[in-house]
């Protein structure tokens, strides 16, 4: 088992004629992802042959699950055409959307996540994401697939490096599902989705959540987790020596007062019997504390 996405999850490449979009459909392949087709619009007709791989390129989303059958995508689209790419996903009512792209213009996001809801088929991953990943079955964005192998626990993150990094702490367990969620002020999957998904999954047996200053998400997840979470979480929140009052980093987290400060949600956590590291490293600890008196 696995959440979002599974061996069954096909999928295609939104931008895969670009550079980027290239280099990621190759790695995604190299892995076992099933990779279908992609789509550039202009460019449909076109076949790109990847490692021995004939992939269709067509000029839409609803064209290319007409032809493939696919059930999800990934956007490695400039920021100033992600917006039409990701509405393009949803109208054709795709699952599954994975935004990759950073830099894509706030009105931009919440018009497509609000187009997401109002339509309601489409769950939105991001944006400014590494996606996701189901060790053994696929994995759709960026995230390295060599760090760690299959496992019981669960990892929902807001920052794609210390993804990276808890999956390397803990890969001697392994993971059933890791999904960076972007920490763009606008995203379409949250803790809450995330830490809902890996409760109800049955190989789950632990969860990894891994937040950043600035805003409430984590204080919410922490509501969240003291009403419905069953399964032992770790937490930890990224920033606990920023400075007051100054935005920091891709997610423009700014801290003012006590509210959004990482002492803050660490509270609120503890408070929801979370333990809470004070490093990655700590954090991974704790969960392996958990995991050997399993």
Do not use: W
Not at 159 to 187: C, H, K, N, W
Not at 222 to 250: D, L, N, S
Request: hydrophobic content about 45%.
């Amino acid at each position: 088992m696995a959440i979002f996405i599974n061996k069954d999850t096909k999928l295609i490449v939104q931008g895969m004629t670009g550079s980027e979009g290239m280099k990621h459909t190759t790695r995604m392949l190299k892995y076992g992802t099933n990779v279908v087709g992609g789509v550039t619009p202009g460019k449909g007709g076109q076949v790109v042959e990847i490692d021995g791989r004939s992939l269709p390129v067509f000029n839409s989303v609803a064209e290319a699950v007409a032809a493939t059958g696919a059930n999800a995508s990934v956007v490695f689209v400039p920021p100033k055409f992600a917006k039409a790419a990701v509405m393009d996903a949803i109208d054709a009512e795709l699952p599954l959307c994975v935004v990759i792209t950073e830099g894509i213009p706030v009105h931009d996001s919440a018009a497509f996540y609000a187009h997401a809801v109002a339509k309601g088929k489409t769950r939105l991953i991001g944006p400014n994401c590494p996606g996701l990943i189901s060790p053994g079955l696929s994995n759709i964005g960026i995230i390295p697939g060599d760090i760690t192998g299959a496992g019981r626990i669960g990892l929902v993150s807001k920052s794609g490096t210390l993804t990276y990094q808890m999956m390397y702490e803990l890969r001697d367990f392994g993971f059933s599902t890791a999904v960076g969620i972007g920490g763009d002020p606008i995203i379409g999957t949250t803790h809450i989705d995330c830490l809902k998904a890996f409760q109800d999954d049955p190989d789950t047996d632990a969860i990894v959540m891994i937040g950043e200053i600035g805003g409430d998400a984590e204080e919410r997840a922490a509501a969240f987790i003291a009403e419905y979470v069953t399964k032992p979480v770790v937490g930890y929140v990224a920033g606990f020596t920023a400075p007051e009052g100054k935005t920091m980093g891709h997610a423009g987290a700014i801290v003012s007062g006590s509210s959004g400060t990482a002492e803050a949600k660490k509270v609120a956590l503890e408070a929801a019997g979370v333990k809470v590291g004070k490093t990655p490293s700590e954090t991974a600890a704790l969960m392996r504390e958990i995991l050997k008196a399993r």
